[in-house]
């Protein structure tokens, strides 16, 4: 039996992945461009910042790029993880020990993508010291909750799967 749900979240997983990879070779361009183009970024931001902080600046615009890259590494390892439990449920064996191992990535993927926002949050408020125009932040505590949850799962699969097995070896 086919579960449609399943197929189209699958589907979405596999696009969303690709958009992601796509994210990150579009980074790794703009931090070559940065450095081909290094003298034209730094005389845009020399004019409209007066002058003021033009290295600090473009060593930050290219940090954000390489911590979008690991970002972006982050997140493959969690929709690959993802796909695969989702096939394991579109194959009806969704409670093994493979299942809770890639909850547990999913767990240090999240953790991971938690961390790379506190790092922002610190560019944020040196950006804002120095007075460059920047996103706002706002810590993710809502994130912070999901990689407990997650790993709290992972838990929950591993249990559960040494429990089934301790039972077929009972019958």
Do not use: C
């Not at 796509?22 to 005389?43: K, R």
Request: charged share 15%; net charge positive; no cysteine.
């Amino acid at each position: 039996m086919q579960d449609r749900f399943l197929g189209i979240a699958r589907g979405l997983l596999r696009f969303a992945n690709g958009a992601n990879w796509t994210s990150a070779i579009g980074f790794a361009v703009a931090i070559v461009l940065s450095f081909v183009f290094g003298d034209a970024l730094t005389a845009q931001i020399a004019l409209k910042y007066h002058g003021r902080h033009v290295p600090e600046t473009v060593a930050i615009i290219r940090l954000l790029g390489v911590l979008s890259i690991v970002a972006a590494i982050a997140v493959h390892q969690l929709l690959t993880r993802l796909i695969a439990i989702v096939e394991s449920v579109r194959v009806g064996d969704p409670f093994v020990a493979a299942n809770a191992d890639r909850l547990q990535r999913i767990g240090w993927a999240l953790l991971a993508l938690q961390l790379l926002d506190l790092v922002l949050g610190g560019i944020t408020v040196f950006l804002n010291r120095i007075n460059v125009d920047f996103v706002t932040w706002t810590p993710s505590f809502t994130g912070w909750i999901g990689v407990v949850m997650i790993f709290v799962l992972a838990r929950v699969f591993r249990l559960g799967a040494a429990m089934r097995d301790d039972l077929a070896m009972t019958v």
